[in-house]
Nanobody, 120 residues
């Protein structure tokens, strides 16, 4: 059984920073790509950032230059460093990862989400 658990959300003021973590646990053989999505009230879930197993990254235009995605392969953990936060960054943030388990089954997994609220 593979699980993703996010942490690090909270309430901050505009201009401040937060660091989200996404820890993968269970019968993990290979952690392939990892993505961060967010969903604001009344809006569709959107892709914020992604990182491949080789470390290649991509960002939504709305967060380029402010957010940094990274991963620690030894810990099977991904991170989203969010700087210069804006009220429009307020959303529930979800991590998503493609993982091959030790039975060599590849699956797509989601965390439970963590709330980020940015006050003006």
């Amino acid at each position: 059984q593979v699980q993703l658990v996010e942490s690090g959300g909270g309430l901050v003021q505009a201009g401040e920073s937060l660091r989200l973590s996404c820890a993968a646990s269970g019968s993990i053989f290979v952690l392939h790509y990892m993505d961060w999505y967010r969903q604001a009230p009344g809006k569709q879930r959107e892709l914020v950032a992604s990182i491949t197993s080789g470390g290649n990254t991509n960002y939504a235009d709305s967060v380029k230059g402010r957010f940094t995605i990274s991963r620690d392969n030894a810990k099977n953990t991904g991170y989203l460093q969010m700087n210069s936060l804006k009220p429009e960054d307020t959303a529930v943030y979800y991590c998503n990862a493609a993982i091959t388990d030790r039975s060599l089954r590849r699956g797509d997994y989601w965390g439970q989400g963590t709330q980020v609220t940015v006050s003006s």
